[in-house]
């Protein structure tokens, strides 16, 4: 069944690279069909690579091979919630040690410039903890990190 909703994903003639490395990289993704151009078109010509259809996580996207008008930015990111640390690491390192970047409080930006939350569940229960000065004091440990280190928030989180 065709989803009606689509994630559409804006990549300058790389949209079938990003596909394969979120299907090898995350649980519950893959790529799918495959669309060449019929015709020439801005950025490319009859029989490039036009569109790929994948999930990450299970949420249906579209890579659309678009050119170099656009750029990703932060006003649109994956978060993934992770349950431990090595789950964490290990996303954390696939997109960073792929030509990614760096950011801020569990940030970063993959090769193509899409952004990614690796947010562990534990950072986001101890955020959301009902003991306002227990929230603080993980959110400020969080303000200090880029990768999460889930220990820290917790040993934070307890004062």
Request: aromatic content about 10%; some cysteine; overall charge negative.
């Amino acid at each position: 069944m065709v989803s009606k909703n689509t994630i559409c994903l804006w990549y300058d003639g790389t949209a079938l690279d990003a596909a394969k490395f979120y299907a090898e990289t995350f649980p519950d993704s893959a790529v799918g069909a495959v669309h060449h151009a019929p015709g020439d078109f801005p950025s490319g010509k009859q029989g490039d690579v036009l569109t790929v259809e994948f999930t990450v996580l299970g949420i249906p996207c579209l890579g659309l091979n678009g050119g170099p008008a656009f750029k990703h930015n932060e006003a649109f990111s994956f978060q993934v919630a992770t349950d431990d640390q090595a789950e964490t690491d290990r996303l954390w390192n696939a997109i960073v040690d792929n030509g990614g970047q760096t950011s801020a409080c569990g940030w970063c930006k993959d090769k193509w410039g899409l952004s990614w939350q690796i947010t562990p569940r534990a950072l986001t229960a101890a955020i959301t903890d009902p003991d306002p000065a227990a929230a603080k004091r993980a959110f400020d440990a969080m303000m200090e990190m880029t990768k999460i280190d889930i220990a820290t928030i917790e040993a934070a989180r307890r004062g």
